[in-house]
T-cell receptor
Framework: NAGVTQTPKFQVLKTGQSMTLQCAQD?????MSWYRQDPGMGLRLIHY???????DQGEVPNGYNVSRSTTEDFPLRLLSAAPSQTSVYFC???????????????FGPGTRLTVT | DAKTTQPPSMDCAEGRAANLPCNHS???????VYWYRQIHSQGPQYIIH???NNETNEMASLIITEDRKSSTLILPHATLRDTAVYYC?????????????FGTGTRLQVFP
């Protein structure tokens, strides 16, 4: 299994440009989510999905769109990039393991985005 | 809002036990305590979780107070590779939606 993959690893955008951050998982997990992490800060939830066709907002959704057409993919779209969106973006997939009574979450390696 | 309070940083000598505290005084009866760590800006890594009993796995031990208002993550023999930011998180029962809220964590520095 590749786990959670994210592309690109690095990206530089100019203010006003749009782009899509890709996230894919091959573990057949129902839940997927996007976080951003600013320097010296914890992770903040942007959007999440509890299954194909279902998405919802997290703490900081403004300026971002998501869709979930398949179980495997959960792209994050920046509509009009702003310098405040300079951050590291992490995608995660997760599932509930009733046998272990645990909620198991796996993170991708991150995308480092700079908006100038 | 994060529901937990952690010290911003701690130091630990290599080979000694690292005890990382977490305060979660508003925890609800159905909320679990989870610990993750993040090494050098990689994606966070799950360590351990618990509800009310103490837990141990190959990575760490988790001690939860009887009133569940605080917990301590114990790395029994810290190594340099344990240098990381450690996040204590409370989340609702297993079958809730994916709202895992991270705070700012504790930056643990293990020194030789």
């Amino acid at each position: 299994n590749a786990g959670v993959t994210q592309t690109p690893k690095f990206q530089v955008l100019k203010t006003g440009q749009s782009m899509t951050l890709q996230c894919a998982q091959d573990m057949n997990h129902e839940y997927m989510s996007w976080y951003r992490q600013d320097p010296g800060m914890g992770l903040r939830l942007i959007h999440y999905s509890v299954g194909a066709g279902i998405t919802d907002q997290g703490e900081v959704p403004n300026g971002y769109n998501v869709s979930r057409s398949t179980t495997e993919d959960f792209p994050l779209r920046l509509l009009s990039a702003a310098p405040s969106q300079t951050s590291v973006y992490f995608c995660a997939s997760s599932y509930t393991n009733p046998v272990k009574s645990s909620y198991e979450q796996y993170f991708g390696p991150g995308t480092r985005l700079t908006v100038t | 809002d994060a529901k937990t309070t952690q010290p911003p940083s701690m130091d630990c000598a290599e080979g000694r036990a690292a005890n990382l505290p977490c305060n979660h005084s508003t925890i609800s009866g159905n909320e679990y305590v989870y610990w993750y760590r993040q090494i050098h800006s990689q994606g966070p890594q799950y360590i351990i979780h618990g509800l009310k009993n103490n837990e141990t796995n190959e990575m760490a031990s988790l001690i939860i107070t009887e009133d569940r208002k605080s917990s301590t993550l114990i790395l029994p023999h810290a190594t340099l590779r344990d240098t990381a930011v450690y996040y204590c998180i409370v989340r609702p029962s297993l079958y809730n939606t994916d709202k895992l809220i991270f705070g700012t964590g504790t930056r643990l520095q293990v020194f030789p």
